[in-house]
Antibody
Framework: QLQLQESGPGLVKTSETLSLTCTVS??????????WGWIRQPPGKGLEWIGS???????YHNPSLKSRVTISIDTSKNQFSLKLSSVTAADTAVYYC???????????????WGQGTLVTVSS | EIVMTQSPATLSVSPGERATLSCRAS??????LAWYQQKPGQPPRLLIY???TRATGIPAKFSGSGSGTEFTLTISSLQSEDFAVYYC??????????FGQGTKLEIK
């Protein structure tokens, strides 16, 4: 059974960089069949797609986050990571990693999710 | 950007009855729509994809319909474990995607 687990600091200071890692177990992140994504959810609010990455390193991210997002992948560790720079209180959220069910422009729903990790941004 | 609008924001239904949740897209998304269920403290759980296909292990009481801009999630014979927040998710303009703001299904 595929499992994803987020890890990283739960508290980040304003203007600094948020860094999270997602460790995948029960399957290979190097599969050519999937993208891997980050989604966040501010407390009491809805879901926002942050970005996705392919095993080759190809990435896409939400333009609303401008150039603050960096997503990387380490196939040797079966992990992918998120960095979000210049954070503010508005970036306080539960951050989820998830598997995108497809590697092309079809059936791109998220079928496996991590449990999520709360990141609080505070000065 | 494709905006997804869910209605109502909160739906109160009695156990044993049927719930009908709506999701509207700001432009046609064909059938590139998924539905998720989220309970407090848990990640979203995939219920439906491609507008009407149930995900693995999802019971037949959950059904999805619609195409273009109008979509519906129907949950029959509501039980206590079905009361949760439900989100729709469009993936028509992959790699961009967007979610609705959610419908909270509560016990009446």
């Amino acid at each position: 059974q595929l499992q994803l687990q987020e890890s990283g600091p739960g508290l980040v200071k304003t203007s600094e960089t948020l860094s999270l890692t997602c460790t995948v177990s029960g399957g290979s992140i190097s599969s050519s069949s999937y993208y891997w994504g980050w989604i966040r959810q501010p407390p009491g609010k809805g879901l926002e797609w942050i970005g996705s990455i392919y095993y080759s390193g190809r990435t896409y991210h939400n333009p609303s986050l401008k150039s603050r997002v960096t997503i990387s992948i380490d196939t040797s560790k079966n992990q992918f990571s998120l960095k979000l720079s210049s954070v503010t209180a508005a970036d306080t959220a539960v951050y989820y990693c998830a598997r995108d069910s497809s590697s092309d422009s079809s059936d791109n729903y998220f079928d496996y999710w991590g449990q999520g990790t709360l990141v609080t941004v505070s000065s | 950007e494709i905006v997804m609008t869910q209605s109502p924001a909160t739906l109160s239904v009695s156990p044993g009855e049927r719930a009908t949740l709506s999701c509207r897209a700001s432009q046609s998304i064909s059938s590139f729509l998924a539905w998720y269920q989220q309970k407090p403290g848990q990640p979203p759980r995939l219920l439906i994809y491609d507008a009407s296909t149930r995900a693995t292990g999802i019971p037949a009481k959950f059904s999805g319909s619609g195409s273009g801009t109008e979509f519906t999630l129907t949950i029959s014979s509501l039980q206590s474990e079905d009361f949760a927040v439900y989100y729709c998710h469009q993936y028509f303009n992959w790699p961009m995607c967007s979610f609705g703001q959610g419908t909270k299904l509560e016990i009446k």
